[in-house]
């Protein structure tokens, strides 16, 4: 029987996951691929603490660089996370001619093109399907299953710590720091939770996706970014009275020679089946032009969820290598001359639809005020709802609009803020809506 060797750097959560699933599977694994993984090292500056598992003896080591220099090793897995030695490891490993398997969407984010392109000239695979979703497939569903569609939209649930949070909000009126501490003890939140709340995690896995998708480079500076930690209650409970739940989307579009590429707090109503993906589970509808909408839904963090899409690359790797078709199918799903640098859309020229809410004096000639603005800018309002309670002489108004273009709804907002009638800053989210 075949061997193919493993050395697993980092061996934190996920890792400890991975070394699990290795070592606890091991024959199952065996049987469906047909040679053995055998876990060879698990390396990391902590090998005392116990993993709740049987490594063998000389498995455990704090010498990565051993690792990375065995030429036994076929596949290095790095499970370290960041952007800093995560990055040089990979790039030694690809040098020595390993294949590698990694989940680290902020380094796939920022630095993803160049190990692309070193592991393309090396000859070697380079799989990442756990940096995105999780257990969830999308990473293969866009680089093989969906190889025949143009791809027209992907919109994603894809922070597991964000989604709690609004589910916690949403469902039981918990406050937003109670619910970030659960969800820190629940394990999946960054280290730094500002990368969840405030979207950056979401973006760079929107990032990877829109390359995959649309046959882009991976651009992150340019994907509009907005967070969750200014969403409130009353916003919260407002949209379910008009049939709405906000979710953190993801939203990549295409829009011909251009894409959409924006992570913001959104509207979806109850009836998308977006709506009803709750607690820390994460979902992606795409949507191609030969297969329609499909919706894959699971858990996008955790041990053994993330560590189960790490050893799915492992065995696709494997059976590349058994059958010695090494570089089958293209790291980034399309081939390297094919990739171009597709401008994103400037977020002030995306058209959808929003909801607005100001406080303002409850007295006559406001709401026309208002809304001659809005006029003014080309935006047509949908319905007007004064809702809620009087709040020092203001109370709140809740506009939702038809679709209009996001640079109108800033101006328009600008000129409303500045008006004495108004008090604090409009608040706005867009909502995600089928069209009209
Ligand atoms: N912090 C991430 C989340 C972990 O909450 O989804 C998975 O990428």
């Not at 992150?220 to 200014?230: C, H, M, P, R, T």
């Amino acid at each position: 029987m075949k061997e193919i060797s493993i050395g697993l750097l980092g061996c934190g959560t996920v890792g400890t996951g991975v070394a699990k699933i290795l070592i606890e599977n091991k024959e199952l694994i065996r049987s469906r691929v047909g040679a053995v993984l055998k876990l060879k090292y698990a390396a990391d500056i902590d090998i005392k603490r116990d993993r709740g598992i049987r490594f063998d003896e000389g498995v455990l080591t704090d010498d990565a660089e051993k690792v990375l220099d065995d030429p036994e090793i076929d596949i290095i897995v790095e499970m370290i996370g960041g952007v800093g030695i995560a990055k040089d490891f990979i790039l030694k490993a690809i040098r020595n001619g390993k294949h590698v398997v990694s989940a680290n969407k902020a380094l796939l984010a920022a630095y993803g093109n160049t190990l692309v392109k070193a592991a393309a000239e090396k000859r070697v695979d380079f799989a990442y399907e756990a940096s995105v979703g999780g257990c969830m497939p999308i990473i293969k569903t866009l680089r093989e299953s969906l190889a025949g569609n143009r791809i027209i939209s992907m919109i994603g649930i894809l922070n597991g710590t964000c989604n709690y949070i609004l589910s916690k909000i949403t469902d039981e009126g918990m406050s937003f720091e109670a619910a970030l501490t659960q969800a820190q003890a629940c394990g999946f939140a960054e280290a730094d939770p500002t990368l969840d709340v405030e979207g950056f995690d979401t973006a760079h896995k929107l990032a990877i996706l829109n390359a995959l998708a649309y046959g882009m480079e991976i651009n992150l500076k340019d994907i509009y970014i907005e967070g969750i930690s200014e969403i409130t209650h009353m916003d919260i409970e407002l949209a379910g009275q008009f049939g709405y739940r906000i979710k953190l989307l993801a939203i990549g579009k295409n829009r011909g020679d251009r894409v959409e590429a924006r992570v913001h707090p959104t509207m979806i109503p109850f009836d998308n089946l977006l709506s009803n993906v709750n607690a820390n589970l994460n979902a992606v509808m795409v949507s191609g032009d030969a297969a329609g909408d499909m919706l894959l839904y699971g858990y996008g963090a955790g041990m053994m969820p993330t560590a189960s899409a790490v050893v799915s690359d492992i065995v696709d790797i494997a059976r590349n290598l058994l059958s010695g078709t090494t570089g089958r199918i293209p790291a980034l799903a399309w081939q390297p001359e094919a990739i171009r640098k597709i401008p994103v859309m400037p977020v002030d020229e995306i058209f959808t639809y929003y909801y607005i809410r100001f406080s303002a004096e409850d007295r006559p000639g406001v709401l026309s005020k208002i809304s001659g603005i809005l006029g003014e800018n080309e935006i047509s309002i949908k319905s007007v709802h004064q809702k809620g309670r009087k709040i020092g002489g203001l109370v709140p108004i809740v506009m939702l609009t038809h679709r209009a273009k996001e640079a109108n709804v800033k101006k328009a907002l600008a000129e409303i803020a500045v008006l004495d009638i108004v008090g604090n800053k409009p608040v706005l989210i867009r909502i995600e809506d089928e069209d009209e």
